[in-house]
């Protein structure tokens, strides 16, 4: 555990909420716990009935963002590694949302593009975010939705926001 020495960790009980103090924000935290949890709440019902989880959902969802992106391409994006990538996306090529092509210069190279299958699938996981979103914009001004794509961004790494 962070800040824990080999001397034994004390036990007492607490029984007082953390508060917000030395610049923690703990209901900002909670409030994107939260609307984590509900924004991908949906999505997962809809994936669990085809036996797929939350790592299908984001590569179908990039590879219908950028059709014919590399598999190099979405492992950046995705930041994860060959491996655990591979499962999830045979399971999607086998169950017919994803087709691999070999790249035209470089066969070894793999382009992935989505089938009308797939395309169905991204439409219907998004849909219920996109009514998520926009139920939660009700009554704000366009300044309000810029403000939070704003802040969402400054939520990622800055590697990442370099190249957006």
């Known amino acids: 555990m962070p800040g ?3 001397e034994k960790v004390k036990s007492e009980l607490l029984s007082t909420p953390l508060q917000n103090t030395g610049g ?17 709440s949906d999505p997962d019902a809809i994936l669990a009935t085809g036996g797929f989880g939350r790592a299908h959902h ?3 969802h990039f590879v219908n963002r950028e059709p014919g ?9 995705l930041k994860i ?6 499962r999830v996306l045979k399971q999607l090529i086998d169950s017919g949302y994803i ?3 070999a790249g035209p210069e470089d066969r070894r190279q793999r382009k992935l593009y989505p089938t009308q299958a797939g395309r169905d ?27 939070v794509k704003s802040f969402l961004r400054g939520m990622q790494d800055r590697q990442r926001n370099e190249t957006d």
């Open 4 to 6: 824990q020495t080999n």
């Open 69 to 77: 992106m590399t598999v190099a391409d979405l492992l950046e994006t």
């Open 99 to 101: 087709h691999q092509v």
């Open 58 to 60: 984001r590569v179908v």
């Open 121 to 147: 699938l991204a439409l219907a996981l998004a849909e219920p975010q996109s009514r998520r979103i926009e139920k939660a914009f009700e009554g704000n001004s366009t300044m309000a939705r810029e403000s």
């Open 81 to 86: 590694t060959k491996q655990s990538l591979a």
């Open 24 to 40: 923690i924000d703990f209901e900002i935290i909670e409030l994107l716990f939260f609307a984590y949890r509900d924004f991908v």
